[in-house]
């Protein structure tokens, strides 16, 4: 197949080891710097350029889009997929993925578990707010956080409280969760590509912090995920309609809960925990779904999704 990636930087490891999948399986792969792909869009067709040439013909695209350019980056995937070509992790998809809210709401409406959360407005509101949620420890998060910054635990009414006070005045947008006790610290990465988990990690906090950031000092261990928690992270990566994705669970009394399901997961820590060839697993899934006929419909009469999926039809 002839293959994009869709990344800002061919350097990165993720990137580097799906390039080196990919070749290894004898398939044609360029890395596109989302950015740099411009596009034309008219009723009659689409077209998109990087660096003064066409992009046309590209059998599939694995996004590697990170949040800091998930507007313009979906823009582009978008128009890829209206060109016709097969992205396991569609632009919608990433979207439900990277907005918490709507996560959360999408994954509790398929009744899959997550730690009871609440979020609102109007400070008027907190008191009740709070009662809805039930008593202390809190987990207070940023919606903009990320690597466990701005993940806060509360023991007492006040301090929630306070807190909820103190973000209101930034003006930040923030979630309130049950703390689960009993995860002591642990989440569980699950890998998920296609109808499989393909690798685990077990992330701990270090001691003291309920944190299990690698980059809050965590420390990582590849782990079997059991059947129940296979299961929960394949339809929470379902639910987004992300056909590969990373869902970190945590392991509590009614069973595993969805932290977080991320669109753009890094390879390096789970291949490394796992042993796993985890870009190769996506890579083949990939080709797995892309084939399109060798022969492509050519000539008048050509419906225009047949000319749009073709590429570059002007
Ligand atoms: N409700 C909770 N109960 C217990 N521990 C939690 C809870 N929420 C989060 N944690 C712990 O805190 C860590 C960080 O939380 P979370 O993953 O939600 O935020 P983040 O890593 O900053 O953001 P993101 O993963 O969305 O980029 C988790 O990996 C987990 O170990
Ligand atoms: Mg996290």
């Given at each position: 197949m002839k293959l994009a990636i869709l990344s800002r930087n061919s350097k990165l490891y993720s990137t580097r080891r799906l390039v080196e999948a990919a070749r290894e399986r004898g398939h044609s792969v360029r890395v596109l710097d989302p950015l740099r792909c411009y596009m034309r869009i008219a009723s009659d067709g689409f077209a998109m350029h990087y660096k003064g040439r066409a992009l046309a013909d590209y059998d599939a695209v694995v996004p590697r889009i990170g949040a800091s350019v998930t507007r313009y980056g979906t823009a582009v995937l978008r128009q890829f997929e209206l060109m016709g070509t097969y992205t396991p992790n569609p632009s919608d998809a990433i979207l439900k993925a990277r907005d918490k809210l709507r996560c959360h709401q999408l994954l509790a409406a398929q009744g899959i578990g997550l730690p009871a959360t609440v979020f609102g407005d109007n400070p008027d509101d907190t008191h009740d707010l709070l009662a809805m949620l039930g008593p202390p420890p809190h987990v207070i998060k940023l919606n903009e956080g990320t690597q466990g910054a701005g993940v806060m635990l509360t023991e007492k009414p006040s301090a929630s409280r306070s807190v909820i006070e103190a973000l209101r005045g930034l003006y930040a947008n923030f979630l309130v969760q049950e703390f689960v006790a009993e995860a002591k610290g642990a989440d569980l990465r699950c890998f998920v590509v296609g109808d499989a988990v393909v690798a685990a990690m077990k992330r701990q906090a270090p001691k003291g912090d309920f944190r299990s950031n690698l980059h809050r000092g965590g420390t990582a261990k590849g782990v079997r995920a059991s059947a129940v928690e296979q299961e929960v992270a394949i339809r929470a990566a379902r639910a987004l309609g992300l056909g590969v994705a990373g869902v970190d669970l945590i392991r509590s009394k009614r069973g595993p809960l969805v932290l977080e399901v991320n669109a753009?997961?890094?390879?390096e820590g789970i291949e490394e925990a796992s042993g796993v060839d985890v870009a190769g697993a996506v890579i083949e899934f990939v080709g797995g779904r892309s084939r399109r006929p060798r022969t492509r419909p050519t000539g008048a009469g050509r419906s225009l999704a047949e000319k749009m999926a073709v590429g570059n039809y002007f």
């Amino acid at each position: 197949m002839k293959l994009a990636i869709l990344s800002r930087n061919s350097k990165l490891y993720s990137t580097r080891r799906l390039v080196e999948a990919a070749r290894e399986r004898g398939h044609s792969v360029r890395v596109l710097d989302p950015l740099r792909c411009y596009m034309r869009i008219a009723s009659d067709g689409f077209a998109m350029h990087y660096k003064g040439r066409a992009l046309a013909d590209y059998d599939a695209v694995v996004p590697r889009i990170g949040a800091s350019v998930t507007r313009y980056g979906t823009a582009v995937l978008r128009q890829f997929e209206l060109m016709g070509t097969y992205t396991p992790n569609p632009s919608d998809a990433i979207l439900k993925a990277r907005d918490k809210l709507r996560c959360h709401q999408l994954l509790a409406a398929q009744g899959i578990g997550l730690p009871a959360t609440v979020f609102g407005d109007n400070p008027d509101d907190t008191h009740d707010l709070l009662a809805m949620l039930g008593p202390p420890p809190h987990v207070i998060k940023l919606n903009e956080g990320t690597q466990g910054a701005g993940v806060m635990l509360t023991e007492k009414p006040s301090a929630s409280r306070s807190v909820i006070e103190a973000l209101r005045g930034l003006y930040a947008n923030f979630l309130v969760q049950e703390f689960v006790a009993e995860a002591k610290g642990a989440d569980l990465r699950c890998f998920v590509v296609g109808d499989a988990v393909v690798a685990a990690m077990k992330r701990q906090a270090p001691k003291g912090d309920f944190r299990s950031n690698l980059h809050r000092g965590g420390t990582a261990k590849g782990v079997r995920a059991s059947a129940v928690e296979q299961e929960v992270a394949i339809r929470a990566a379902r639910a987004l309609g992300l056909g590969v994705a990373g869902v970190d669970l945590i392991r509590s009394k009614r069973g595993p809960l969805v932290l977080e399901v991320n669109a753009s997961p890094g390879l390096e820590g789970i291949e490394e925990a796992s042993g796993v060839d985890v870009a190769g697993a996506v890579i083949e899934f990939v080709g797995g779904r892309s084939r399109r006929p060798r022969t492509r419909p050519t000539g008048a009469g050509r419906s225009l999704a047949e000319k749009m999926a073709v590429g570059n039809y002007f």
